[in-house]
């Protein structure tokens, strides 16, 4: 059994420790499942600086059909709380890129997205009719996909989330693509097509670029650290790309 390293020093919002489990939970079904090493202090980051306060949790694995499997809990100065998820498939196996995001600011979740994006030109064909069928209809503030969303899926899920049922059924949401993610890593083999293997990575390698054009991300961050330690953290930690 896996160590469940995240958590154990902080008490987390429910929302995301709901999300987390479920994360979690069908991660625990892939094969050959196992934690990757990194740096200890990019493991666990805390800061009990007044008015810098912070605390940032990393978590990394591989398995059969995925290089790296990165969650990422982080909370800042009390109020801005994160969940980060990046699911990156080997590129020899025909698997899309799992990626979902919640952030919540004091008791409001302004964003929470969640996507299977494809990570080949034809891809999304072969789960389009598994997403479309996901049951979306019950949110009040869809949210717009920015300008850097290109890398994304038609069935892209975006909104901020105004109550607790709408809340729940983002839960259930995340349950069926994280389900679809699974049964499609359970029939993919490897292939040894060394133009198709390419292509993947430069849909990785795109969509680590188009992600890193985010600003937000680093403007959170460069209130807590210098320029050269985000940088560093946003191109090896959150969005790595081979």
């Known amino acids: 059994m896996l160590s469940e390293s995240l958590t154990k ?8 420790f709901d999300l987390l489990q479920n994360i ?3 991660r625990s079904m892939l094969e050959n499942l196992k934690s990757i090493k990194i740096n200890p202090n990019l493991s666990t980051i805390i800061s009990n600086e007044k008015g810098k306060e912070l605390y940032i949790e990393n978590e990394f694995h591989k398995a059969r059909g995925f290089r790296k499997l990165h969650i990422e809990v982080a909370e800042f100065s009390g109020n801005l709380k994160i969940l980060h998820c990046v699911f990156f498939p080997d590129p020899k196996f025909d698997i899309p890129i799992f ?7 004091n008791e ?3 964003a929470a997205i969640v996507d299977l994006s494809p990570a080949s030109q034809n891809q999304g064909l072969k ?5 479309s069928k996901v049951d979306k209809s019950s949110f009040t503030s869809l949210r717009e996909i920015p300008n850097w969303g290109e890398i994304f ?15 729940n059924a983002f839960l259930e949401i995340v349950d069926q693509y994280l389900l679809t993610l699974i049964k499609l890593s359970k029939e993919a083999q490897p292939e040894t097509d060394k133009k198709i293997i390419q292509e993947r ?8 670029v188009q992600q890193m054009k985010n600003d937000k991300t680093s403007m959170v961050l460069l209130k807590y650290f210098d320029k050269k330690w985000v ?10 790309f081979k």
Do not use: W
Not at 9 to 16: A, G, M, N, R, Y
Not at 201 to 208: D, E, G, I, R
């Open 231 to 240: 940088d560093e953290y946003i191109k090896n930690v959150l969005f790595d």
């Open 201 to 208: 990575k430069s849909f990785q390698k795109n969509y680590c």
């Open 9 to 16: 020093t902080k008490l987390l919002d429910p929302l995301i």
């Open 127 to 131: 789960y389009e009719k598994l997403l």
């Open 99 to 105: 990626g979902m995001d919640l952030v919540k600011i």
């Open 24 to 26: 979690r939970g069908h």
């Open 108 to 110: 409001i979740v302004s």
């Open 153 to 167: 899926s038609k069935n892209v899920f975006f909104a901020s989330l105004k109550n607790q049922s709408e809340k």
